[in-house]
Nanobody
């Protein structure tokens, strides 16, 4: 099983950018799905983006598509979430997650992911 740990949260103003990183430890056998979720205060977990570790195929929620970019550095065993044009409604605790890829898996929900980081706070002021 792999372990993941986020870094890079903080306080920014609306319109600014922030990059989160997620360090992956442990051996990755086969393909994995890497994901970012967020949880705003008083709300449920929300899918943000995911990426296949092997193929690099990505997908995003409609809320962040065009503003956020998920990417990876295989050599560094790290994946990232570049967040541009941040809005106050992006304020949340952001979590990275990882899980072995399985054909037919629905990688848009929290329950599909096995390994989770502790979360990092992102606050966007207006």
């Amino acid at each position: 099983q792999v372990h993941v740990k986020e870094n890079g949260g903080g306080l920014v103003q609306a319109g600014e950018s922030l990059r989160l990183s997620c360090a992956v430890s442990g051996r990755i056998f086969g393909d994995y799905m890497m994901g970012w979720f967020r949880q705003a205060l008083g709300k449920d977990y929300e899918f943000v983006a995911h990426m296949s570790w092997t193929s690099g195929v990505t997908d995003y929620s409609d809320d962040v598509r065009g503003r956020f970019t998920i990417s990876r550095d295989n050599a560094e065993n790290t994946f990232y979430l570049q967040m541009n044009s941040l809005r106050p409604e992006d304020t949340a605790v952001y979590y990275c997650a990882a899980t072995p890829w399985d054909y037919g898996g629905y990688y848009y929900v929290k329950s599909m992911f096995e390994s989770w980081g502790q979360g990092t706070q992102v606050t966007v002021s207006s």
